[in-house]
Each structure stands twice: as structure tokens, then as C-alpha cells.
T-cell receptor
Framework: LAKTTQPISMDSYEGQEVNITCSHNNIATNDYITWYQQFPSQGPRFIIQGYKTKVTNEVASLFIPADRKSSTLSLPRVSLSDTAVYYCLLEGTDKLIFGTGTRLQVFP | DAMVIQNPRYQVTQFGKPVTLSCSQTLNHNVMYWYQQKSSQAPKLLFHYYDKDFNNEADTPDNFQSRRPNTSFCFLDIRSPGLGDAAMYLC?????????????FGPGTRLLVL
């Protein structure tokens, strides 16, 4: 059974770049990797999705190495409002597996 | 704005008393999902509908049922809630069932079982 693991928590300061890694050793060929952000008492919100190499949008970058057994979400210049829980999600045929989640705390 | 709506935001029920949670969407998406999220844990998929086709996860207890009377609405029925069913229940939608489909989540309903 595919399993995705993440660091439980990370701390950062405003203006720094934050990199959160998700490990998914048993990723299948068809699986996509998606990252979501969740604030307390709210539903998760889509950040970025990728299959391999690098994807960038207006809020984040996603790095996926050639073996695809891990992925790294990169948040440039975080602010206090980026304090949240970040989940990676493996999406494949008949599969939706959330990672364990990383609680990011951004300090002034 | 198109969105996913869950009512109520907080629901209190008694041990063993059936409860229904509601979800509606204005996105006109084909797929609707129900997740259970316990405190400090990741969301866990219970089941989903692709149009009218119901897809149950293998480890979802029989105590949990769902109905989708039309495209816009989906309900989660808990037939006999136990204390362990206290959680946040998240509804989500996606345009289609395939890969690369972004899920849009509602704000969730927090269920308390007394």
C-alpha cells in the first residue's frame, strides 16, 4: 500500500524560502502529486500539482526528482499568512492518498 | 462565486442517533467526495460519486452511507454514530474523475457525538 510521509512540523521566519518534502516510495507510474494547504477549521485548498521535474505557479514551485519517490514543495518568501498545514496527495487510478501533513509555523 | 457549501458547520448528535450532513456545489462538477478528518490527521476518503455511480472505499464502515439525489447535492448519513465518529467531515468536488483533476473542498462540518 502506497504511503506518503512528511515532516510533522517546520518553523520559518517571514521572508524566508520554505521547502517541504514528501516521501512516496511506492508511487505508481500513473500517480500525480498534488499539494494542498489547510487552515484551521477550513477545507484544504489546492496549491500545485505535478508529475515529474519542476512545476511553478504564482504561489509555489514543485520539484520532483527522476525517480519520483519524493517531491518538494517550495514556498518563496513566506509570510505570516502561510502558517498552515500542508499536505501532499498521491492521485492515481483508484487511489487518493493524503500524506501525513506538515504544520508550518511562520514567525515575524 | 462558484463554491462548495457544507451545512451546518457544526453538528451535535447523540450516541447512536442517526445524523445527516449536507453538501452542495455550484461548480456543476461530476464528482463529489466525502472525507473524514480527525484531529491532527490527514483527510481520509470515505467514498465518492462520479455522477450517480457510487464508489465506496474498502475500509469505510457500513455505518457510513451516502446519497446524491442530483448533481448539486450530496449527503453523508451516519446511521449509528459512535464516539469515534466525532471528526470534521469534508465534502469536495472535481470536474471529472481522472487524474490531474483538482479537488475543491468545502469548509467542513465538525461533528460532535455526545
Amino acid at each position: 500500500l502506497a504511503k506518503t510521509t512528511q515532516p510533522i512540523s517546520m518553523d520559518s521566519y517571514e521572508g524566508q524560502e520554505v521547502n517541504i518534502t514528501c516521501s512516496h516510495n511506492n508511487i505508481a507510474t500513473n500517480d500525480y502529486i498534488t499539494w494542498y494547504q489547510q487552515f484551521p477549521s477550513q477545507g484544504p485548498r489546492f496549491i500545485i500539482q505535478g508529475y515529474k521535474t519542476k512545476v511553478t505557479n504564482e504561489v509555489a514551485s514543485l520539484f520532483i526528482p527522476a525517480d519520483r519517490k519524493s517531491s518538494t514543495l517550495s514556498l518563496p518568501r513566506v509570510s505570516l499568512s502561510d502558517t498552515a498545514v500542508y499536505y501532499c496527495l498521491l492521485e492515481g487510478t483508484d487511489k487518493l492518498i493524503f500524506g501525513t501533513g506538515t504544520r508550518l509555523q511562520v514567525f515575524p | 462565486d462558484a463554491m462548495v457549501i457544507q451545512n451546518p458547520r457544526y453538528q451535535v448528535t447523540q450516541f447512536g442517533k442517526p445524523v445527516t450532513l449536507s453538501c452542495s456545489q455550484t461548480l456543476n462538477h461530476n464528482v463529489m467526495y466525502w472525507y473524514q478528518q480527525k484531529s491532527s490527521q490527514a483527510p481520509k476518503l470515505l467514498f465518492h460519486y462520479y455522477d450517480k455511480d457510487f464508489n465506496n472505499e474498502a475500509d469505510t464502515p457500513d455505518n457510513f452511507q451516502s446519497r446524491r439525489p442530483n448533481t448539486s447535492f450530496c449527503f453523508l448519513d451516519i446511521r449509528s454514530p459512535g464516539l469515534g465518529d466525532a471528526a470534521m467531515y469534508l465534502c469536495a468536488t472535481s470536474r471529472d474523475e481522472g487524474l490531474r483533476e483538482t479537488q475543491y473542498f468545502g469548509p467542513g462540518t465538525r461533528l460532535l457525538v455526545l
